[in-house]
């Protein structure tokens, strides 16, 4: 029974029960499946509104690789006005989690499926590590999100309408789209720890369309670099 917006669309859904760790996030844990997951969004009435805002992250993920829907009901309000319209919360977390469901239901132990779920993660863990999980997950996939709309953009695989709907739509709900310029000489080399990577080679989960994803497996460093020039601050 998930008691926050996180536990509610993402962390009760697939039966993943990986931990954190110094080394990184979800290399260590089972897949184990509930008999039933209870979601009651009544919980969230005591939930911070920097909470509510972080697990809207991997709401409006869902929306990006899968249903636009969800995206044009997040754009129609902000984290007050969600939190005070009940049919409308509803309704954005039974989308999320049919999102999660349908794809964990056909890829169980993460294959290629399964990976779409990990939009804007690859750089987001990175970030949570660095922050040594200061932050909020969903503030630092926020973060990974627009990340890996600049790759796909910068690749011409969306538009630059889709990227700037990144930074507008997680910026509404107060959440950061940006990072320290700083960071990136300890950030890139964390992108290696990343689950999906294969060896030497870092492996993104990109957009190539609202709904659609594809794998990106041959980023360029000049390429990783410009990307985080582009959302540094």
């Given amino acids: 029974m998930p008691t926050s917006l996180a536990g509610m669309v993402d962390a009760s859904v697939g039966g993943k029960t990986g931990i954190n760790s110094d080394y990184g996030k979800n290399l260590i844990g089972a897949f184990h499946s509930p008999l039933a997951v209870l979601i009651d969004h009544d919980f969230l009435s005591t939930l911070s509104d920097r909470d509510f805002s972080a697990g809207m992250a991997e709401v409006i993920k869902c929306g990006f690789i899968a249903d636009p829907d969800i995206l044009r009901l997040a754009a129609a309000h902000s984290v007050r006005t969600l939190r005070e319209s009940k049919a409308d919360l509803s309704e954005l977390i039974r989308r999320a989690v049919t999102v999660k469901a349908e794809v964990v239901s ?22 949570e590590i660095y922050s040594k999980y200061q932050l909020r997950h969903g503030e630092a996939v926020s973060i990974g999100l627009v990340y890996a709309a600049e790759l796909a953009a910068a690749r011409g695989l969306i538009s630059a309408d889709e990227l700037a709907l990144h930074r507008t739509l997680l910026s509404a709900y107060q959440l950061p789209v940006s990072f320290d310029r700083q960071a990136w000489q300890k950030l890139a080399p964390l992108l290696a720890l990343d689950k999906k990577a294969r060896g030497a080679t870092i492996r993104f989960v990109a957009l190539n369309g609202i709904g659609s994803t594809v794998r990106l497996e041959d980023l360029t460093s000049a390429e990783l670099d410009a990307a985080y020039e582009r959302i540094s601050s």
Wanted: proline residues 0%; aromatic residues 14%.
């Fill in 106 to 127: 056909s890829d169980f132990k993460e294959s290629f499926a399964r990976e779409a779920l990990n939009y804007g993660h690859t750089l987001g863990h990175a970030v």
